[in-house]
């Protein structure tokens, strides 16, 4: 009863920002979620010196139980240590040498956002992409498209793609700041329940930023994908086709698409993503918020031939997504 119950806040909470938000600018974050989050950090990120620190002292304090107490506060120390992001093994970065067409891309769109460019891009095998800003001295973005995802776009869908990730390099997403970043990596269900609402702003406002520079029309086809994206998986690894060849994901998001009830299903996932901790909005919110906007065209446009030219540059990672994609269960 008490899950349903916080499906039931989270459904209204969702439903609350929607209303809010609708037909009208998505604004940048104000200061109050940055100092909320920061409050919260501070306490987080102080814990674990100053468990370390406490523990030094009762092991050096002498006999009986003191060393330890200590050498209990050390350990605790090094679990509630702060962590910030590492980047995953099974990713693939690429610059300019090695697909220039399509760190040219990255760099237009960027342009078009008014986002300062990535550090790093990269590849993985997942249907997902994702931005971050990581390091706490030396800050870098970090770009990462999923390949198989990217496979599945039309190109003014890719462009979309990128659009929104690059998007939250510019959008003051209160979650990505220097110390919170870090800590909500220590404790993120507290984190991400009180940065949830500015959190999911800055998707509304991404997709903004991606129906202004890839086109309205190419982000509701790339929100749909999104929305069917396992159901592509699925119709890929039971056709027997090769997923290392970008045809393959495409006809298979072709044919999902072509073969669901869309719109039933973006009403369904209004309910069933709804989640209190939940970093984004339901794809169905993200869609119909879509549509409340004022129709625009595109600033970037990549055309077919371009977007053939960036697979053959990434012709060797989709080798790689094949083999990937056979070992998976």
Do not use: K
Request: hydrophobic share 45%; net charge positive; aromatic share 6%.
């Amino acid at each position: 009863m008490a899950a349903m119950g916080d499906d039931g806040l989270a459904y209204r909470l969702c439903a609350r920002q929607y209303a809010a938000l609708a037909g009208r600018p998505v604004p940048r974050s104000g200061p109050v979620a940055h100092v909320v989050l920061l409050i919260v950090a501070l306490p987080l990120l102080l814990a674990a010196p100053a468990c370390l620190a406490a523990g030094v002292y009762l092991i050096l304090a002498g006999p009986g139980i003191s060393p330890y107490l200590g050498l209990l506060l050390v350990a605790l120390a090094y679990v509630v240590r702060p962590r910030l992001p590492r980047p995953p093994a099974d990713r693939w970065t690429v610059d300019r040498s090695s697909a220039p067409a399509f760190a040219y891309l990255v760099e237009r769109v960027a342009r078009a956002c008014g986002a300062p460019e990535p550090d790093v891009i990269a590849l993985d095998g997942s249907m997902d992409a994702s931005s971050t800003v990581v390091g706490v001295l030396r800050r870098r973005r970090e770009l990462v498209v999923g390949l198989p995802l990217l496979a599945a776009l039309t190109p003014p869908e890719r462009v979309a793609l990128i659009a929104h990730e690059l998007g939250h390099f510019v959008n003051h997403d209160a979650r990505r700041g220097r110390f919170t970043e870090p800590a909500v990596l220590w404790a993120g269900y507290l984190l991400l329940a009180i940065g949830q609402r500015d959190g999911q702003r800055a998707e509304y406002l991404a997709d903004e930023i991606a129906a202004r520079v890839a086109g309205s029309g190419a982000l509701a086809g790339m929100l749909d994908t999104l929305l069917v994206a396992d159901r592509v998986r699925q119709v890929v690894r039971a056709g027997g086709r090769d997923p290392g060849a970008r045809q393959t994901w495409l006809d298979a998001a072709a044919y999902v698409r072509a073969g669901t009830d869309l719109d039933l299903l973006r009403r369904r996932s209004v309910r069933e993503q709804a989640s209190l901790c939940g970093t984004h909005p339901p794809t169905g919110l993200r869609i119909r918020m879509a549509g409340t906007r004022e129709y625009t065209g595109p600033l970037v446009v990549l055309a077919e031939r371009q977007s053939s030219l960036i697979d053959r540059e990434l012709a060797p990672w989709y080798a790689r997504l094949s083999v990937c994609f056979a070992e998976l269960p």
